[in-house]
Protein backbone atom coordinates (compact mmCIF):
# COMPACT_ATOMS: atom_id res chain seq x y z
CA UNK A 1 0.00 0.00 0.00
CA UNK A 2 1.31 3.72 -0.50
CA UNK A 3 0.42 6.00 2.66
CA UNK A 4 0.47 8.61 0.33
CA UNK A 5 -2.93 7.79 -1.50
CA UNK A 6 -6.23 7.57 0.44
CA UNK A 7 -8.24 4.61 -1.05
CA UNK A 8 -12.02 4.01 -0.14
CA UNK A 9 -14.50 1.55 -1.24
CA UNK A 10 -18.35 1.70 -1.59
CA UNK A 11 -20.81 -0.97 -2.67
CA UNK A 12 -24.35 -0.43 -4.33
CA UNK A 13 -26.58 -3.17 -5.35
CA UNK A 14 -25.75 -2.66 -9.25
CA UNK A 15 -21.96 -1.71 -8.83
CA UNK A 16 -18.81 -1.01 -6.88
CA UNK A 17 -16.73 2.66 -6.48
CA UNK A 18 -13.30 2.51 -5.20
CA UNK A 19 -12.27 5.94 -4.29
CA UNK A 20 -8.26 6.55 -5.58
CA UNK A 21 -6.94 10.37 -4.12
CA UNK A 22 -3.59 11.25 -4.04
CA UNK A 23 -3.00 13.49 -0.89
CA UNK A 24 0.71 14.91 -2.08
CA UNK A 25 2.41 16.70 -4.76
CA UNK A 26 4.59 14.11 -5.47
CA UNK A 27 2.99 11.33 -8.52
CA UNK A 28 2.44 8.38 -6.39
CA UNK A 29 1.98 4.57 -7.33
CA UNK A 30 -0.32 1.80 -6.35
CA UNK A 31 0.03 -1.69 -6.68
CA UNK A 32 -2.53 -3.49 -9.13
CA UNK A 33 -3.65 -6.06 -6.18
CA UNK A 34 -4.30 -3.22 -3.75
CA UNK A 35 -7.84 -2.64 -6.36
CA UNK A 36 -10.38 -4.69 -5.76
CA UNK A 37 -12.05 -4.93 -9.10
CA UNK A 38 -11.41 -6.36 -12.45
CA UNK A 39 -9.37 -5.45 -15.09
CA UNK A 40 -12.79 -3.91 -16.79
CA UNK A 41 -13.50 -1.06 -14.58
CA UNK A 42 -13.48 2.28 -15.71
CA UNK A 43 -12.74 6.04 -14.28
CA UNK A 44 -16.12 7.49 -14.00
CA UNK A 45 -14.55 11.06 -13.91
CA UNK A 46 -12.31 10.60 -17.17
CA UNK A 47 -14.61 7.12 -18.68
CA UNK A 48 -10.47 5.79 -18.98
CA UNK A 49 -10.06 1.64 -18.34
CA UNK A 50 -7.21 2.90 -16.07
CA UNK A 51 -6.52 -0.74 -14.75
CA UNK A 52 -3.56 -2.80 -16.02
CA UNK A 53 -1.46 -5.83 -13.95
CA UNK A 54 1.21 -3.20 -13.07
CA UNK A 55 1.00 -0.12 -10.69
CA UNK A 56 -1.49 2.62 -10.73
CA UNK A 57 -0.30 5.69 -11.13
CA UNK A 58 -2.13 9.56 -9.78
CA UNK A 59 -0.82 12.63 -10.88
CA UNK A 60 0.03 14.91 -7.89
CA UNK A 61 -3.58 15.51 -6.41
CA UNK A 62 -4.89 13.17 -8.92
CA UNK A 63 -8.36 11.32 -7.66
CA UNK A 64 -9.94 8.97 -9.71
CA UNK A 65 -13.44 7.23 -9.34
CA UNK A 66 -13.09 3.89 -10.25
CA UNK A 67 -16.09 1.85 -11.43
CA UNK A 68 -17.08 -1.82 -12.04
CA UNK A 69 -20.71 -2.68 -12.75
CA UNK A 70 -22.02 -5.90 -10.55
Known sequence: ???AVLVFLRRAPTQTLVGLYNVTPNR???PRWTV???DDAW???T???PLTPGETWLEPYQ???LVQQI
Do not use: F, H, V
Open 1 to 3: MNP
Open 28 to 30: QAL
Open 36 to 38: PLA
Open 43 to 45: DAL
Open 47 to 49: DET
Open 63 to 65: CRW
